[in-house]
């Protein structure tokens, strides 16, 4: 082994990601003597051998033409240590990829020190084994910087391509159960000022902790709101438990105050334990599969996994192709990926494959930014693993919680391009683009968010809410910004249980082929949303373009649904609103400012329901509108509902309310009013031959408003008087409303007989 001593007293202080600006091609063959006159100068080693080790100045550059005296001078401003693995110097490895290369870089990782950076020089090397961060004694772990631009590693068998681990100190068991407290902040005057916090007492002083040190507190509750629980599995054992990272704060003796108050309950065998100091940073490499390894379908591993880990960092890397996941954070505070590209992983469930590119599995605080993922099951996705009560491992307790991913693309998703799971928290998806695939997001869990972003080409819904079971959560999600094109549908959301509501607003989509929204057991606010349906409707089963089913609330302002382009429907005429719930189900549909473009052709009805959906609707329609035959325009408002119908057309306006010649026609009027058993509001803008509503039918029952609007025009609008139309007017006479101008009816009890008028009240 060359002799690393005398480089190893160069002073490092930069040793972790970010410290080294180095390429390994340069190095690669730089291995010169000290008189060399060119190239950079590389300590030797016994017998005049070189070391394999570069001096990098404070600015990661290879001092070059420098000899030795020089190199001892100025060991002050030396920042860095590099040692490359080069197989003339170390045995077992090999560049050409002929053999397998693990056993030797796994040997060489073993002699370096903490902390230092080893550049693989380009090549092919085989990986018959994981490549891990141990030092000589095989179970300690270390810090280390992995640097590789032109190298590929290439995995020949079931293992992962590299395992690199930190871990947790002493366990320590508390006294009592947690305790939320209010820790004084810097600025903090006589006690104001308190930021949430967490005391423990422990049952002995912890040694080393200090301030600013990172712990992991674990409790064997189950995580409300994951997968499998005590609710979704009473009799199981492997649970998704609690756990949470914490900052120290304050160490007073055996009590210790943490930063930040616990957002689980943790109650049974509360345990708590400091992370270690070790990182890594991953940088440059290549990731590849022999043809073999991939196609075995009882082989799957991830090319790289992380775990128990403060910021470790990976970028700049390629996966060409593997037979699992591509990179996977396990319980790590602050992870980074960063510009890299992750492409066809398979993806096969039935055999245990899932080709997830980055799975963030109980990590906190993760950043994935810049990246590109093609042919992937998830392009980032995030899971709560099980585990049996009291395990040792504190890796497997916990939740993902809080990581941002950003401006990346996904092309080609297997499934949906990006997607969380169950007992996950506040991931943020910013300005993400879905290229094709099933579904662009579909989201599980609580309090993610979609800003901005792109969802294209994809046969399924841009924006998906679901659940795996009744126990599982999925709410309090953001959707703000998104752009939509050539999507079957915009939102899909179909859930059980009680789920608070989730906002979906500022959305831009063309090119829908089947629905705005699908909704089914949610409760959704939508907002400012501008729909511009595709030339060709998927309409076979006969479904609304927005639709609930089944105890849903949708309250939605400022919905413009635009068929202009539409020029094929596929079954009959369309449904613009439908809630069609159970007897049992309480649902409601409150559609406020919904413009609707091009209706003539496209729509038989506005409105349909089952018996107990309430609808506060108000519409309003640049096209005239025809209702198909059989239907009536709004079939039931329900108990207390409204419907306000304006329709903004010109000289065709009032086949928005069935005209036949100049009278309204009556049968279908008189089903717009008789079904409806909510109050109704019919607005109209006559032309300058003036319209007429006639012979409206018995209403619904007594007591049911109606209220006739002349919104404006050129002409006015009759109300005819009498039996024949089934009003009863002030002075029993016919009323013209000039534009502007209303009346309010109800249906009453008219002359003793028990039947009833439209009675004007005003």
């Given at each position: 082994?060359?002799?690393?001593?005398?480089?190893?007293?160069?002073?490092?202080?930069?040793?972790?990601?970010?410290?080294?600006?180095?390429?390994?091609?340069?190095?690669?063959?730089?291995?010169?003597?000290?008189?060399?006159?060119?190239?950079?100068?590389?300590?030797?080693?016994?017998?005049?051998?070189?070391?394999?080790?570069?001096?990098?100045?404070?600015?990661?550059?290879?001092?070059?033409?420098?000899?030795?005296?020089?190199?001892?001078?100025?060991?002050?401003?030396?920042?860095?240590?590099?040692?490359?693995?080069?197989?003339?110097?170390?045995?077992?490895?090999?560049?050409?990829?002929?053999?397998?290369?693990?056993?030797?870089?796994?040997?060489?990782?073993?002699?370096?020190?903490?902390?230092?950076?080893?550049?693989?020089?380009?090549?092919?090397?085989?990986?018959?084994?994981?490549?891990?961060?141990?030092?000589?004694?095989?179970?300690?772990?270390?810090?280390?910087?992995?640097?590789?631009?032109?190298?590929?590693?290439?995995?020949?068998?079931?293992?992962?391509?590299?395992?690199?681990?930190?871990?947790?100190?002493?366990?320590?068991?508390?006294?009592?159960?947690?305790?939320?407290?209010?820790?004084?902040?810097?600025?903090?005057?006589?006690?104001?000022?308190?930021?949430?916090?967490?005391?423990?007492?422990?049952?002995?002083?912890?040694?080393?902790?200090?301030?600013?040190?990172?712990?992991?507190?674990?409790?064997?509750?189950?995580?409300?709101?994951?997968?499998?629980?005590?609710?979704?599995?009473?009799?199981?054992?492997?649970?998704?438990?609690?756990?949470?990272?914490?900052?120290?704060?304050?160490?007073?003796?055996?009590?210790?105050?943490?930063?930040?108050?616990?957002?689980?309950?943790?109650?049974?065998?509360?345990?708590?334990?400091?992370?270690?100091?070790?990182?890594?940073?991953?940088?440059?490499?290549?990731?590849?599969?022999?043809?073999?390894?991939?196609?075995?379908?009882?082989?799957?591993?991830?090319?790289?996994?992380?775990?128990?880990?403060?910021?470790?960092?990976?970028?700049?890397?390629?996966?060409?192709?593997?037979?699992?996941?591509?990179?996977?954070?396990?319980?790590?505070?602050?992870?980074?990926?960063?510009?890299?590209?992750?492409?066809?992983?398979?993806?096969?469930?039935?055999?245990?494959?899932?080709?997830?590119?980055?799975?963030?599995?109980?990590?906190?605080?993760?950043?994935?930014?810049?990246?590109?993922?093609?042919?992937?099951?998830?392009?980032?996705?995030?899971?709560?693993?099980?585990?049996?009560?009291?395990?040792?491992?504190?890796?497997?307790?916990?939740?993902?919680?809080?990581?941002?991913?950003?401006?990346?693309?996904?092309?080609?998703?297997?499934?949906?391009?990006?997607?969380?799971?169950?007992?996950?928290?506040?991931?943020?998806?910013?300005?993400?683009?879905?290229?094709?695939?099933?579904?662009?997001?579909?989201?599980?869990?609580?309090?993610?968010?979609?800003?901005?972003?792109?969802?294209?080409?994809?046969?399924?819904?841009?924006?998906?809410f679901y659940v795996d079971n009744a126990q599982a959560d999925c709410d309090s999600h953001l959707v703000d910004?998104?752009?939509?094109?050539?999507?079957?549908?915009?939102?899909?959301?179909?859930?059980?249980?009680?789920?608070?509501?989730?906002?979906?607003?500022?959305?831009?989509?063309?090119?829908?082929?089947?629905?705005?929204?699908?909704?089914?057991?949610?409760?959704?606010?939508?907002?400012?949303?501008?729909?511009?349906?595709?030339?060709?409707?998927?309409?076979?089963?006969?479904?609304?373009?927005?639709?609930?089913?089944?105890?849903?609330?949708?309250?939605?302002?400022?919905?413009?649904?635009?068929?202009?382009?539409?020029?094929?429907i596929t079954g009959p005429r369309l449904t613009v609103?439908?809630?069609?719930?159970?007897?049992?189900?309480?649902?409601?549909?409150?559609?406020?400012?919904?413009?609707?473009?091009?209706?003539?052709?496209?729509?038989?009805?506005?409105?349909?329901?089952?018996?107990?959906?309430?609808?506060?609707?108000?519409?309003?329609?640049?096209?005239?509108?025809?209702?198909?035959?059989?239907?009536?325009?709004?079939?039931?408002?329900?108990?207390?509902?409204?419907?306000?119908?304006?329709?903004?057309?010109?000289?065709?306006?009032?086949?928005?309310?069935?005209?036949?010649?100049?009278?309204?026609?009556?049968?279908?009027?008189?089903?717009?009013?008789?079904?409806?058993?909510?109050?109704?509001?019919?607005?109209?803008?006559?032309?300058?031959?003036?319209?007429?509503?006639?012979?409206?039918?018995?209403?619904?029952?007594?007591?049911?408003?109606?209220?006739?609007?002349?919104?404006?025009?050129?002409?006015?609008?009759?109300?005819?008087?009498?039996?024949?139309?089934?009003?009863?007017?002030?002075?029993?006479?016919?009323?013209?409303?000039?534009?502007?101008?209303?009346?309010?009816?109800?249906?009453?009890?008219?002359?003793?007989?028990?039947?009833?008028?439209?009675?004007?009240?005003?």
């Open positions: 082994m060359p002799d690393l001593n005398d480089a190893g007293r160069i002073a490092r202080r930069g040793l972790l990601a970010g410290a080294l600006a180095l390429g390994a091609a340069p190095l690669a063959g730089a291995f010169r003597s000290a008189d060399s006159s060119e190239g950079p100068f590389i300590p030797e080693g016994q017998r005049g051998v070189p070391s394999g080790v570069a001096a990098l100045d404070a600015e990661g550059n290879v001092l070059t033409g420098s000899p030795r005296p020089r190199i001892l001078a100025e060991r002050r401003r030396v920042d860095a240590i590099a040692y490359v693995a080069d197989p003339e110097q170390y045995d077992g490895i090999d560049p050409t990829g002929e053999s397998d290369s693990s056993e030797g870089l796994n040997a060489l990782i073993a002699t370096l020190p903490a902390g230092a950076t080893l550049v693989i020089p380009p090549g092919r090397y085989l990986l018959d084994e994981p490549l891990q961060n141990l030092e000589d004694d095989g179970t300690t772990t270390k810090s280390l910087s992995l640097r590789g631009f032109g190298a590929t590693l290439v995995r020949t068998g079931a293992g992962a391509g590299i395992i690199f681990r930190g871990g947790f100190e002493t366990v320590f068991t508390p006294t009592a159960l947690p305790l939320a407290i209010g820790i004084p902040g810097q600025d903090s005057i006589d006690g104001n000022n308190l930021t949430p916090g967490t005391e423990i007492e422990l049952r002995a002083v912890p040694p080393g902790w200090r301030v600013g040190d990172i712990v992991k507190l674990v409790a064997d509750d189950s995580a409300k709101g994951a997968r499998v629980t005590k609710l979704s599995d009473p009799d199981g054992d492997r649970l998704n438990r609690v756990g949470q990272f914490l900052v120290i704060a304050e160490i007073d003796g055996r009590k210790v105050r943490l930063f930040g108050s616990l957002r689980d309950d943790f109650v049974t065998n509360v345990r708590v334990a400091r992370m270690s100091e070790a990182t890594i940073s991953i940088e440059g490499l290549e990731f590849d599969m022999t043809d073999g390894a991939l196609a075995n379908q009882d082989w799957s591993s991830e090319h790289i996994r992380i775990s128990s880990m403060i910021a470790p960092k990976v970028s700049a890397i390629r996966i060409r192709r593997g037979n699992g996941m591509g990179v996977q954070f396990v319980s790590c505070y602050g992870f980074s990926f960063r510009d890299s590209v992750v492409q066809r992983l398979i993806d096969d469930p039935v055999n245990g494959r899932f080709g997830y590119a980055v799975m963030n599995s109980q990590s906190f605080g993760g950043a994935v930014d810049g990246c590109v993922f093609s042919q992937v099951r998830h392009a980032y996705t995030d899971g709560v693993v099980g585990s049996a009560a009291n395990e040792p491992t504190l890796a497997r307790y916990g939740r993902p919680e809080f990581t941002s991913v950003s401006n990346s693309v996904c092309t080609a998703a297997t499934t949906s391009a990006w997607n969380t799971h169950h007992g996950g928290r506040g991931t943020s998806f910013v300005n993400c683009t879905a290229i094709g695939g099933r579904s662009a997001f579909a989201l599980r869990g609580r309090g993610h968010r979609i800003l901005g972003g792109l969802a294209r080409d994809v046969n399924g819904p841009a924006v998906a910004g998104l752009s939509v094109e050539n999507v079957a549908t915009v939102l899909r959301s179909n859930l059980v249980g009680e789920q608070e509501c989730s906002s979906v607003v500022n959305v831009t989509a063309r090119g829908v082929s089947r629905r705005v929204m699908d909704l089914r057991g949610s409760r959704i606010r939508a907002d400012n949303w501008w729909v511009e349906m595709g030339p060709k409707i998927d309409n076979a089963d006969d479904e609304a373009l927005i639709s609930l089913v089944r105890d849903c609330s949708l309250e939605a302002s400022g919905i413009v649904i635009d068929t202009t382009r539409a020029t094929e609103f439908s809630a069609d719930g159970g007897a049992e189900e309480s649902q409601t549909l409150d559609v406020r400012q919904a413009v609707l473009h091009n209706l003539d052709s496209q729509f038989g009805q506005l409105v349909t329901n089952g018996p107990s959906a309430t609808k506060y609707i108000t519409m309003e329609a640049d096209e005239p509108f025809i209702p198909a035959a059989d239907r009536p325009i709004v079939d039931d408002a329900g108990a207390g509902g409204s419907v306000s119908y304006n329709v903004r057309s010109t000289s065709a306006n009032s086949n928005s309310l069935v005209v036949r010649g100049a009278d309204v026609e009556s049968p279908r009027t008189a089903r717009l009013i008789a079904l409806c058993r909510g109050t109704v509001f019919l607005d109209c803008i006559p032309d300058s031959r003036g319209r007429t509503v006639a012979n409206l039918l018995p209403g619904d029952g007594f007591g049911q408003q109606l209220f006739v609007r002349n919104s404006g025009g050129d002409g006015d609008l009759t109300v005819d008087h009498g039996p024949d139309a089934n009003t009863d007017l002030a002075g029993r006479r016919s009323s013209v409303l000039q534009p502007g101008s209303s009346m309010h009816l109800a249906w009453l009890p008219a002359d003793g007989s028990g039947g009833g008028r439209w009675t004007q009240m005003s």
